[in-house]
């Protein structure tokens, strides 16, 4: 009978162990989850600009190029379903793979709107205009910092106007939201 109340003993141990191991991984998955940082990608059509802002605090912003007035970039709220680094570019009977001619750049993150996305490009001296078939374009280097900060699920804001948080966002009315310009990258500024 001691044999079995002394493992019975051990085995009661065993288990309050095991339960406040349970807790502590418990406790320690809430408080990961209660500091999950919020962040989204906000986009102003009519500054040509992209931030980057978690928690309320902006991290990174870019100058894009936007839809042209053919084929505007869309306006609204989605989220990024795909990642994809060095992408292939499909169009109808044109399949372009990755490479300095790639249309897509180095990156290229799909939105929840099908055909859409935010992408590099093979034409730096595109953004900050109006030149895009809808997509958001970024330099390449840009973009893959973007690509570095972001994942799938996080939200994409593009907005058509320039409302109270816009200004906040992007505060200045920048050059290249107004005219053209051939870039503003520090070696193209003697030009």
Not at 74 to 95: A, E, L, Q, S
Not at 150 to 165: I, K, P, Q
Not at 175 to 183: I, K, N, Q, R
Request: with cysteine; hydrophobic share 40%.
């Amino acid at each position: 009978m001691r044999a079995t109340q002394a493992g019975w003993t051990m085995v009661g141990a065993a288990i309050a162990v095991v339960l406040a191991s349970v807790s502590v991984r418990a406790a320690d998955s809430t408080a990961t989850t209660a500091t999950v940082a919020t962040r989204r990608v906000v986009v102003s059509i009519p500054d040509r600009k992209l931030a980057v802002v978690e928690n309320n605090e902006i991290l990174l912003v870019f100058a894009v190029s936007v839809g042209k007035p053919s084929t505007p970039s869309p306006v609204g709220t989605f989220t990024i379903v795909n990642r994809i680094p060095h992408p292939t570019y499909y169009h109808p009977g044109k399949v372009i793979g990755p490479g300095p001619r790639n249309p897509l750049g180095t990156r290229w993150m799909g939105l929840s709107l099908r055909g859409y996305g935010i992408h590099g490009t093979d034409q730096p001296d595109s953004i900050g205009h109006a030149l895009s078939t809808g997509c958001i374009r970024l330099r390449n280097d840009d973009v893959e910092r973007l690509f570095e900060r972001v994942r799938a699920g996080d939200v994409v804001e593009l907005h058509s106007e320039r409302t109270e948080e816009i200004a906040q966002l992007f505060p200045e009315v920048f050059p290249e939201a107004v005219g053209p310009v051939l870039s503003d990258r520090p070696d193209n500024l003697s030009q």
